[in-house]
């Protein structure tokens, strides 16, 4: 059974900073690329940074160099280390990866809020 459990979000002032993690269970967690979303209140759900198995990063072009995605296999954790954070960060974050079951499938954790005030 397929798992993501994350924690770390909450309440902090514009330039704060919030480390997230995401704990995967059920999976051959090293083998997997894996990505956190985010989704604000009214808006679409959109990507934030994406994780390969090989340790490679992508990000969305609103993180501008503010986050960092970070991983461990020993403990099957995707981290999201976010700084400089602005009103416009406010959302749920949650973690996902797709796997092969054998057709593709997406899973999702329920997400951790994270709240910026001016």
């Known amino acids: 059974q397929v798992q993501l459990v994350e924690s770390g979000g909450g309440s902090v002032q514009a330039g704060g900073s919030l480390r997230l993690s995401c704990v995967a269970s059920?999976?051959?967690?090293?083998?997997?690329?894996m990505d956190w979303y985010r989704q604000a209140p009214g808006k679409q759900r959109e990507l934030v940074a994406t994780?390969?198995?090989?340790?490679?990063?992508n990000y969305a072009d609103f993180v501008n160099g503010r986050f960092t995605i970070s991983r461990d296999n020993a403990e099957n954790t995707v981290y999201l280390q976010m700084n400089r954070l602005n009103p416009e960060d406010t959302a749920v974050y949650c973690c996902?990866?797709?796997?092969?079951?054998?057709?593709?499938?997406?899973?999702w954790g329920l997400g951790t809020q994270v709240t910026v005030s001016l």
């Open positions: 996902h990866v797709r796997l092969r079951m054998p057709l593709y499938r997406d899973y």
């Open positions: 059920g999976f051959i967690f090293s083998t997997r690329a």
């Open positions: 994780i390969t198995n090989t340790g490679s990063t």
